[in-house]
């Protein structure tokens, strides 16, 4: 047996622990079975390339290496978000779940290298400076307004970011399907008229901001919102499930002028397992309608 077959084998035994890993995690039934679904097709990926002539430049290796970690991100991402709290200042910026090149052609590696690790890490400084201003050192009374002015436009950025990045993927279905499929039918007709009050709505946004497909617990019923900057042109007790960057730095470098193109070929990356899993959490939050 090769070496690269032997490598194999152990990866399907990997892949067999964090199926076990999976069951032990303290998260939700649906987000279970849906890390179970992504890790045995990955298993059977594996597998059938057991099977077949390969070599160690092969560019499978790449795909399975990266697949695998964007399970692990994802379960870890899931963990994160039922079991654990952050003090306050101390925000991370969160790993992108995919390479910086995995997005191309629709975005460049110039583009998330640059977005990510300078972009969103400015956002989390921001914020962390903010909290520790406000909660952590007892904060000056005339600079109150200013740090809350500062937690209001770095954490926006961040909880937007972060939404952003697991709303995207290489592997997209290229239009949503499941629960999410059946309420943007019932709420704006059909997918098609949902996406393009969605395109309008981003070639909206003057200078800089975002496009947001939201679940509204008040109503029952989803909507399309424009973000100015991070934090303007909100809607309060909304929870924004599928984002889109309209900020310059999101495009520019390989759109310049061009937002239309960049918002068509958003649509070739986006993660609906992801938008479906976020709308699945959203519902469960239950307010009086009014
Ligand atoms: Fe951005």
Redesign the pocket.
Known sequence: MSTIQNYLLELVEWGEEVQRKIDSLEISAEEKNSLNKQIETWIKNVKVNSNRDITHDDEIIDVLQGEAQRIVLSMKHNHNSNTEQVGYGKHKLPQLPYNYNALEPYISEAIMRL?HDV?HQAYVDGLNKAENELYVKQPDKSLVKHWLREQAFHGSGHNL?TIFWFNMTPNSDKKPSGDILKQIERDFGTWKKFKNLFNSTASSVEGDGWAVLYWNPRNGRLGVQSFEKHQLFQIADIIPLLVL?M?E??YYLQYKTDKESYIENWWNVVNWQNVNERFAKAKKLKWALY
């Open positions: 977005h972009h970011h960057d900020w730095h999101a």
